[in-house]
C-alpha cells in the first residue's frame, strides 16, 4: 500500500461527457502528480501541483484540468470525453517534488463507451 | 531529462538473481537513476533510486556504474511475484517522470 488513494476505481461513461477523478497523497506529501496509461502510449505525465500551485506540465490536453486543494487532494477533470481517453489514471505524491521518488496509487480506469 | 534504454524483456528462474540493465549514456551530473516496476495494470511501485552511490534496500540493490553512463538492477532471489514490468528512469528534479517501455521480467518456476 503506497499511501496513495485514488477514487473511483472504475468509471464507466459515454462520450462527450464529463468526469472527475481525485487523488488523495500520502500524508506529509506536498507533491501531486497525474499521470496517463494507455495501451498504445504507455505512462505519460499530465500534470504536477505542489502545493496548491502548478508546477509542471505535460503532454495534458486542453479538454483536461487539473487542481490541488488547500487539504492537499486534488481533482483531475476531464470533459467532452472521446473514444480515446480510455486510459488508466494515475495519481502519484512525493514530499516536496525534487530528487524524491514518487509515489502511485493504484489508478483508475476509465472507460468511454 | 536523459533518455534510458533497457531490454524489452528477460527470462529469470525462481530463486535466482535478476539483473535487469538500463543504459542511460547522456546522464547528467545531477540526474539520479529511478527504478519502478509495474505488476499487471496496477499502479507503478517505487524501488529504488540513487545519483552515484550504489544502494539496498529491501527489496532490491542498485549498481550505478562509476561514469554513470549505465546501472543494474538486482533482485537477489527473484520470487514469482517479481514477474513484472520494470522501468528505469534517470531524472534532475524528481518531476515529470518519462516512463520508457521497461523491462518485461519473467521469472519462470
Known amino acids: 500500500d503506497s499511501g496513495v488513494t485514488q477514487t473511483p476505481k472504475h468509471l464507466i461513461t459515454a462520450t462527450g461527457q464529463r468526469v472527475t477523478l481525485r487523488c488523495s497523497p500520502r500524508?506529509?506529501?506536498?507533491?501531486v502528480y497525474w499521470y496517463q496509461q494507455s495501451l498504445d502510449q504507455g505512462l505519460q505525465f499530465l500534470i504536477q501541483?505542489?502545493?496548491?500551485?502548478?508546477?509542471a506540465k505535460g503532454n495534458i490536453l486542453e479538454r483536461f484540468s487539473a487542481q490541488q486543494f488547500p487539504d492537499l487532494h486534488s481533482e483531475l477533470n476531464l470533459s467532452s470525453l472521446e473514444l480515446g481517453d480510455s486510459a488508466l489514471y494515475f495519481c502519484?505524491?512525493?514530499?516536496?517534488?525534487?530528487?524524491?521518488?514518487?509515489?502511485f496509487g493504484d489508478g483508475t480506469r476509465l472507460s468511454i463507451l | 531529462d536523459a533518455k534510458t534504454t533497457q531490454p524489452p524483456s528477460m527470462d529469470c528462474a525462481e530463486g535466482r538473481a535478476a539483473n535487469l540493465p538500463c543504459n542511460h549514456s547522456?546522464?547528467?551530473?545531477?540526474?539520479?537513476v529511478y527504478w519502478y516496476r509495474q505488476i499487471h495494470s496496477q499502479g507503478p511501485q517505487y524501488i529504488i533510486h540513487?545519483?552515484?552511490n550504489n544502494e539496498t534496500n529491501e527489496m532490491a540493490s542498485l549498481i550505478i556504474t562509476e561514469d554513470r553512463k549505465s546501472s543494474t538492477l538486482i533482485l537477489p532471489h527473484a520470487t514469482l511475484r517479481d514477474t513484472a514490468v520494470y522501468y528505469c528512469?534517470?531524472?534532475?528534479?524528481?518531476?515529470?517522470?518519462?516512463f520508457g517501455p521497461g523491462t518485461r521480467l519473467s521469472v519462470l518456476p
Open positions: 502519484a505524491s512525493s514530499v516536496t517534488g525534487f530528487n524524491q521518488p514518487q509515489h
Open positions: 500524508s506529509g506529501d506536498l507533491s
Open positions: 501541483y505542489y502545493n496548491g500551485e502548478e508546477r
Open positions: 547522456t546522464i547528467s551530473g545531477n540526474e539520479y
Open positions: 540513487g545519483l552515484k
Open positions: 528512469i534517470a531524472d534532475n528534479y524528481g518531476q515529470n517522470f518519462v
